[in-house]
């Protein structure tokens, strides 16, 4: 990996150099002439059905390693590893690469989408952000005689033999901007994510479905998941160029990068001519990957439980049991700020389904304009269920930032035990019917907006 990607190989090739044609295979007959085209299509035919498969059947995502994090010489790291991009292609890397982040600012500073701020407490030290992505790259190597052809003139040629596949990895300027998933009603279905004014009638379904007594909550789900799954099945679409031409027959075109990593806070300082990495706020943030999870253990993890046990009976429990359990409350010490998120570490286990938008608030102390609201573009749960990280649309700006909690309300945060948010560790208990909020405020002098 140079300052900017990584090129190991002795002459790039272009995706047209192993096209991909699913639909059109080669049918053999005795005494036939073939010829190259003839096996350009016999291997176009098998490499289009199996990316058709990864591509649409599995998505995107990482299937094991390719950790990001910075090294003894201070330098970002990518590890060996395999992944699937978009378009169905395998992304390999069978050894480490690494970016040297003083000299990719010093190539990069210029660039147009490269928000750079001034760290204030290192004097001419700048800062940015970043986030680590890989691309699927074909190369050519083994130069082997050849025959010309017959307008060349020569009767003899070289040509590369060989077709190797590799990967780019290059550092991005800016943290990665959340994708829209697909089967979007599904996922409003099961609480997996918030839904849009368009989703009134699976919000409907899905309120009825937990009216229901809990034994027959599955045939419910079941029953609405045959419903809505070919109405989102119906929406997917190949990707398309800018003014709407189908561009390929996959969900992503062969231009597309997958997203391992976002470095947040990267601190750079002169050295000489040129820039020497001084440090970051934080280490990488590999939760924002996508991950292909395996077959068999998606069989595994089924055998657990699908649905929040709810008591149904003597519940809500006695009053005076309500400081025994006083319901999940958010440690002050783990709570931290980055350009665009907010991450809080609950002590007690969170339930999902209230893990929304609706349950958070944030706002931004501005000397000249007072208090402003900031937009959250989503939250997320970790899937251990104790880790909350609140995305903000944009970066505050301003001297103070406020998050709010809400434990209280109408859309409180409850805990796996169906408790409401009992505000901070080692404040007063809520109660099963209300909790407390969770207040904090922090500081933003190193982050100005980006």
């Not at 060349?152 to 829209?180: C, F, H, M, N, Q």
């Not at 706002?363 to 251990?384: M, P």
């Not at 109408?410 to 969770?438: E, Y």
Request: hydrophobic content about 40%; charged content about 25%; aromatic content about 6%.
């Amino acid at each position: 990996m140079s300052s900017h990607d990584v090129a190991t190989t002795v002459g790039d090739a272009g995706s047209e150099v192993l096209p991909a044609d699913p639909f059109t295979a080669l049918r053999f007959v005795f005494g036939m002439l073939l010829g190259v085209e003839d096996f350009e299509t016999e291997q176009a035919y098998h490499r289009g059905k199996s990316r058709l498969h990864s591509a649409w059947c599995h998505r995107e995502g990482v299937l094991h390693g390719l950790g990001v994090s910075f090294n003894a010489r201070n330098e970002l790291q990518i590890d060996p590893g395999l992944a699937l991009d978009g378009a169905g292609r395998e992304l390999h890397l069978d050894a480490p690469v690494c970016l040297n982040i003083g000299q990719w600012y010093q190539a990069h500073k210029d660039d147009p989408g490269l928000e750079v701020r001034d760290a204030e407490a290192e004097g001419a030290a700048k800062q940015f952000d970043g986030h680590v992505v890989i691309r699927f790259r074909m190369c050519l190597s083994r130069p082997v005689p050849a025959i010309a052809a017959p307008c060349d003139g020569a009767d003899a040629t070289t040509a590369y033999s060989r077709v190797v596949e590799v990967v780019e990895a290059l550092l991005r300027p800016g943290l990665s901007k959340p994708r829209p998933l697909p089967y979007h009603r599904l996922r409003v279905l099961f609480s997996l994510e918030d839904p849009g004014p368009a989703d009134a009638a699976v919000t409907a379904r899905r309120d009825a479905i937990l009216a229901m007594p809990p034994d027959e909550q599955p045939r419910g789900y079941l029953a609405a998941f045959r419903d809505l799954a070919p109405l989102d099945v119906i929406d997917l679409r190949p990707a398309t160029t800018a003014d709407g031409e189908a561009a390929t027959m996959f969900p992503e075109p062969d231009t597309t990068e997958l997203v391992l990593a976002d470095v947040a806070g990267l601190t750079v300082k002169p050295a000489g001519d040129g820039w020497l990495f001084a440090g970051t706020d934080s280490q990488p943030d590999v939760t924002v990957r996508p991950t292909v999870v395996a077959t068999t253990t998606i069989q595994e993890l089924l055998c657990g439980p699908l649905f929040t046990t709810v008591p149904t009976e003597g519940y809500p429990p006695d009053e005076d049991t309500d400081a025994a359990t006083p319901g999940p409350r958010f440690d002050r010490e783990t709570v931290t700020l980055a350009p665009r998120r907010i991450t809080l570490r609950s002590v007690g286990v969170l339930h999902p389904g209230s893990v929304r938008t609706g349950a958070f608030r944030v706002t931004s102390f501005d000397a000249e304009t007072g208090w402003n609201h900031v937009d959250l573009s989503r939250v997320r749960l970790n899937a251990a269920g104790n880790v909350v990280t609140v995305e903000l649309k944009e970066a505050p700006t301003g001297e103070l930032v406020r998050v709010l909690a809400f434990g209280t309300g109408a859309t409180p945060l409850l805990g796996a035990d169906l408790r409401p948010l009992a505000g901070a560790v080692g404040g007063p208990p809520g109660s099963v019917h209300d909790g407390r909020d969770f207040v904090h405020m922090l500081s933003t002098r190193r982050l100005p907006a980006d």
